[in-house]
C-alpha cells in the first residue's frame, strides 16, 4: 500500500493520504491532516522576530519510517535559513495515525557548533543495520537556502523514542563496518579542536573578511584574500607544537559564479617549533569540503594553505581550517544557572563562568535525569534557547571540553 505525505507552510499543515499504484496513484479516501501548526506549545516551531515574539515556523519535509509497529511521522521547522532547523517526530500505530508528538522533539537538533541547522531530513538503515539520519545544515548567507547535506548517527531507545547524535558531529567521527550500539557509542573520534580563535596572518585580505575569520567556528563567516590568484594564502600558529592527527579545510567559493566549473589547486605544508618544514601536500579539488586525515599523526606548530592555482572563478577563501588533534576531555561543570523565562516557557537561559583552558562548553538537556538525548556546543559562557516546549519539564547538563 502507498501514502503520500505533504506539507510545506507556515500556515497549513502536513497532510496525508493513501493513493492507488494501479490507478494512475488516485487517493483513496479524503486526504487528513496528520500535524498541525503548534509553535505556541513547541518553541522549536516557532520563527522569533527581534521584539521577541514568535509567528509559526514552516513545517514541511514530511517523511515516513516504521519501527517495530510504529509509524514514525518526520517533518521539519521552523525555517531552512535557522541554525534552530530541526527536525520533529509523530508516533502513530498506522500509516495515517493518529499521531501523537514525542514528548523529547525535537529528535534531531544542532543550533551550534561549526555549521548549526539539522532539519529536512530522514531516517535510513544501512546494509549492517545502523540507523542514520540525514538532514539539511544551514549557511544562508548569500542565499537563504544555502546549505550543505548533514549526518547523523540515529537510534531508538527502549520506549520506542527515535533520537539523533549532533553535537559532535561536524568533528570527525567514523563510519562502522559493522552493527554498532549508537545508544552508547557517538561514533566521535575523540579527537581535541586545535585551531579555534590561534592567531593567524595572510597574504592579503577584504575588510570584514579578516584571516581570522577562518578559524573562529562559523561557517557563515570566512577570509576573503584580495584576488583568486596564485600566491595567495593564509597561515595558523597553534601556538606551540601540536600533534596532528586530521585537518578539515573548507572552501568559502567567494564570489564564485553558480554556473562555473573549477578545481582548487593548493599546497598545505607545516611547520615545527624552530620553523622547519615538516610535511607537504599537494591538493587539487572541487570539494568545497576536505578532511584531510593522516595515515600517522604529525606534529606542528604552524600550518600553511597556500592557492596554487594561476586564477580560480572567484576568490581564495576559506570558512574553515580546522585542526584536529591530542585527545578530547569533557569535565562536568557544576556552577551554572538554568533560568526558565517567567511569562515564555519555551526560553530558558542559560550562564556560567569560564573554565581555564576550555575550548568551548556542551549544554545537554532531556525530559528525564539520565536520558539527556539533546545536546548544543557553545564558546561562549551564556546561551539563550527558544526551543523548548511550553509545558514540559526539562533536565541539563553542562561539561567543558
Known amino acids: 500500500r502507498v501514502y503520500l505525505y505533504w506539507g510545506c507552510s507556515d500556515k497549513k499543515p502536513i497532510m496525508g493520504v493513501e493513493i492507488d499504484p494501479h490507478n494512475g ?9 496528520l500535524i498541525a501548526h503548534n509553535s505556541d506549545r513547541y518553541g522549536w ?4 522576530r527581534e521584539d521577541g515574539t514568535s509567528r509559526d515556523g514552516w513545517n514541511e519535509g514530511a517523511t515516513m519510517f516504521k519501527h517495530n509497529g510504529k509509524y514514525y511521522l518526520q517533518y521539519a521547522a521552523p525555517g531552512t535559513e535557522l541554525r534552530g532547523y530541526a527536525d520533529g ?4 500505530n498506522s500509516p495515517l495515525g493518529d499521531f501523537t508528538p514525542q514528548a523529547s522533539n ?26 542514520w539520519h540525514v538532514a539539511t545544515m544551514k549557511i544562508s548567507v548569500r542565499h537563504m537556502f544555502e546549505r550543505r547535506i548533514g549526518l547523523f548517527p540515529a537510534y531508538f531507545t527502549e520506549n520506542g523514542e527515535l533520537h539523533a547524535h549532533t553535537v559532535w558531529t561536524d568533528y570527525p567521527f567514523r563510519i ?21 580563535n590561534k592567531k593567524v596572518i595572510a597574504s592579503s585580505f577584504l575588510e570584514n573578511y579578516k584571516p581570522e575569520k577562518a578559524n573562529d567556528e562559523q561557517i557563515e563567516t570566512w577570509w576573503n584574500a584580495k584576488t583568486g590568484k596564485s600566491g595567495e594564502w593564509w597561515v595558523i600558529d597553534l601556538g606551540e607544537e601540536k600533534i596532528i592527527n586530521a585537518i578539515l579545510i573548507s572552501f568559502a567559493d567567494a564570489d564564485f559564479n553558480a554556473d562555473n566549473s573549477f578545481l582548487y589547486q593548493y599546497d598545505i605544508t607545516t611547520y615545527l617549533e624552530n620553523g622547519e618544514p615538516q610535511e607537504f601536500f599537494n591538493k587539487t579539488s ?3 569540503h576536505e578532511l584531510i586525515v593522516f595515515d600517522k599523526e604529525i606534529k606542528a606548530r604552524k600550518i600553511r594553505i597556500y592557492n596554487k592555482k594561476k586564477m580560480l572563478a572567484g576568490h581564495f577563501s576559506l570558512s574553515g581550517v580546522r585542526v584536529f588533534g591530542e585527545n578530547k576531555k569533557e569535565s562536568h561543570w557544576q556552577n551554572f544557572s538554568a533560568i526558565r523565562d517567567k511569562n515564555d516557557p519555551r526560553i530558558y537561559r542559560f550562564s556560567w563562568q569560564k573554565q581555564k583552558n576550555a575550548t568551548g562548553y556542551i549544554l545537554r538537556w532531556g525530559i528525564k535525569p539520565n536520558e539527556l538525548h539533546n545536546a548544543v556546543m557553545i564558546y561562549g559562557t551564556e546561551y539563550e534557547g527558544r526551543f523548548f516546549n511550553r509545558d514540559t519539564e526539562y533536565y541539563f547538563e553542562l561539561t567543558a571540553f
Do not use: R
Open 89 to 92: 517526530v509523530y508516533i502513530g
Open 25 to 33: 496513484f488516485t487517493p483513496i479516501g479524503e486526504p487528513k491532516v
Open 286 to 288: 572541487d570539494k568545497p
Open 45 to 48: 516551531e516557532a520563527q522569533w
Open 106 to 131: 525535537p529528535f534531531c537538533i544542532k543550533p551550534g557548533g561549526f555549521i548549526g541547522g539539522a532539519g529536512h531530513g530522514h531516517t535510513f538503515l544501512d546494509k549492517f543495520g545502523n540507523l
Open 176 to 196: 562502522p563496518q559493522e552493527k554498532v550500539d549508537f545508544a552508547k557509542d557517538d561514533l566521535s573520534m575523540g579527537w581535541n579542536l586545535l585551531s579555534y
